[in-house]
């Protein structure tokens, strides 16, 4: 970590985005012209920041991955960390949810291919993400090339098998997680099943409006394929997620083992088309264009015990679809 002024190094621009704790501007390296972003974190202001910002410092310097935001360079100045960042345009994964209500099966797919590529390089590192959700993955969408995806959020990450760690979304924890707080690689891949779920539909598997109900399902890995949602999915999608949502860990799918699977293995990436034609022979009443987001609003609206940690990641999906947000960059 460099104690040199940043600004002889780079030539800070505008705003490009902001965080609760943080703030990230666009930059120009002053030698070689490239666009970066800085990300700046006031450790004065957050002295309860200073473990976690170092944690995602250390462990991100030890990963470079083409599905990974890459970190350059750091610098401390006055109890400011300053994180030099890969530039990458476009939203987190949250947001496109929001903005399309769900995803085809085939960009799901493309889209799992990349973050299981990723999480198997993390993982081959003796690293697990911890809080891995639609929110850690940024998305960039090319009308000739699909989707590119990279993860972002290292803040949680552990670096040994079990990490006791206690500020994970519930909506995406796994089992052992809520159960006795231990964090390991397959906890990513449960993650990975519910974020699965939610592009393919557009609502989670596992979502209650009491806090101790969704932990209990969760635990015990209670959810439904639900009518008329999943009508037209196919039943190779569903068997991933099935492997993934599996409460047994030993029994989870490891992400070198999802990638082999059928859904996901590029020699099968053309979904079946029996199986997305089904759609077509469903009675019009059977078939269901309302988003998550519908429900959503009407359960926000109940006078109902609503624990504002199941809310706050999906709360961007009803602002969204209320007021379409622009295309940012995001780091």
Same mark, same amino acid.
């Given at each position: 970590?460099?104690? &040199?002024?940043?600004?002889d190094?780079?030539?800070?621009?505008?705003?490009?985005?902001?965080? &609760?704790?943080?703030?990230?501007?666009?930059?120009?390296?002053?030698q070689?012209? =490239?666009?970066v972003?800085?990300?700046?974190?006031?450790l004065?202001e957050?002295? =309860?920041?200073?473990?976690?910002?170092?944690?995602?410092?250390?462990?991100?310097?030890n990963? +470079?991955?083409?599905?990974?935001i890459?970190?350059?360079?750091?610098f401390e =100045?006055?109890?400011v960390?300053?994180?030099v960042?890969?530039?990458?345009s476009?939203k987190?994964?949250?947001e496109?949810?929001?903005e399309?209500? @769900? &995803?085809?099966?085939?960009?799901?797919?493309?889209?799992?291919?990349?973050?299981?590529?990723?999480?198997?390089y993390?993982h081959?590192?003796g690293?697990?993400?911890?809080?891995l959700?639609?929110?850690? !993955?940024?998305?960039?969408?090319?009308?000739?090339?699909?989707?590119t995806?990279?993860? /972002?959020?290292?803040?949680?990450?552990? @670096?040994r098998?079990?990490?006791?760690?206690e500020?994970?979304?519930?909506?995406?924890?796994?089992p052992?997680?809520?159960?006795?707080?231990?964090? +390991?690689?397959?906890?990513?891949? $449960?993650?990975?099943?519910?974020?699965?779920?939610?592009?393919?539909?557009?609502?989670?598997p596992?979502?209650?409006t009491?806090l @101790?109900? &969704?932990?209990?399902?969760i635990?015990?890995?209670k959810?439904?394929?639900?009518k008329p $949602? $999943?009508?037209c999915?196919?039943?190779?999608?569903?068997?991933?997620?099935?492997?993934?949502l599996l409460?047994?860990?030993d029994?989870?799918l490891?992400?070198?083992?999802?990638?082999d699977?059928?859904f996901? /293995?590029?020699? +099968?990436?053309?979904?079946?088309?029996?199986e997305e034609?089904?759609?077509l022979? =469903?009675p019009?009443?059977?078939?269901?264009?309302?988003?998550f987001?519908?429900?959503l609003?009407? !359960?926000?609206?109940?006078?109902?015990d609503?624990k504002?940690k199941?809310?706050?990641?999906?709360?961007?999906?009803?602002q969204?679809?209320?007021?379409?947000k622009?295309k /940012?960059?995001?780091?």
């Amino acid at each position: 970590m460099k104690t &040199l002024s940043i600004g002889d190094f780079y030539d800070i621009r505008e705003i490009i985005g902001k965080g &609760l704790f943080s703030e990230v501007r666009r930059a120009v390296c002053r030698q070689t012209r =490239q666009n970066v972003a800085i990300k700046s974190v006031n450790l004065n202001e957050y002295p =309860q920041l200073r473990a976690s910002v170092y944690n995602s410092i250390s462990v991100r310097s030890n990963l +470079q991955h083409p599905g990974i935001i890459e970190l350059f360079d750091v610098f401390e =100045q006055e109890g400011v960390v300053y994180m030099v960042l890969e530039l990458f345009s476009g939203k987190d994964l949250m947001e496109t949810i929001a903005e399309r209500g @769900k &995803l085809s099966e085939k960009e799901t797919s493309n889209i799992l291919c990349q973050i299981l590529l990723a999480l198997k390089y993390v993982h081959s590192k003796g690293i697990t993400v911890c809080n891995l959700s639609p929110e850690t !993955v940024l998305v960039s969408e090319n009308p000739d090339s699909g989707f590119t995806i990279k993860l /972002n959020d290292f803040k949680s990450a552990a @670096k040994r098998r079990d990490m006791i760690f206690e500020e994970i979304s519930p909506v995406f924890a796994a089992p052992e997680i809520l159960i006795d707080g231990h964090c +390991q690689p397959k906890s990513d891949m $449960w993650a990975v099943g519910v974020i699965a779920y939610l592009m393919i539909c557009g609502y989670p598997p596992f979502f209650r409006t009491k806090l @101790k109900c &969704l932990e209990k399902d969760i635990i015990a890995g209670k959810y439904e394929f639900n009518k008329p $949602w $999943w009508n037209c999915i196919s039943d190779c999608s569903k068997n991933l997620i099935r492997n993934l949502l599996l409460v047994d860990v030993d029994e989870r799918l490891s992400a070198s083992e999802a990638l082999d699977h059928q859904f996901i /293995n590029p020699r +099968q990436s053309e979904i079946d088309l029996h199986e997305e034609l089904r759609c077509l022979d =469903q009675p019009e009443s059977e078939r269901s264009s309302r988003s998550f987001t519908d429900t959503l609003v009407s !359960v926000a609206s109940a006078s109902v015990d609503v624990k504002p940690k199941i809310f706050r990641i999906f709360s961007k999906i009803k602002q969204a679809f209320i007021k379409p947000k622009a295309k /940012n960059n995001k780091v």
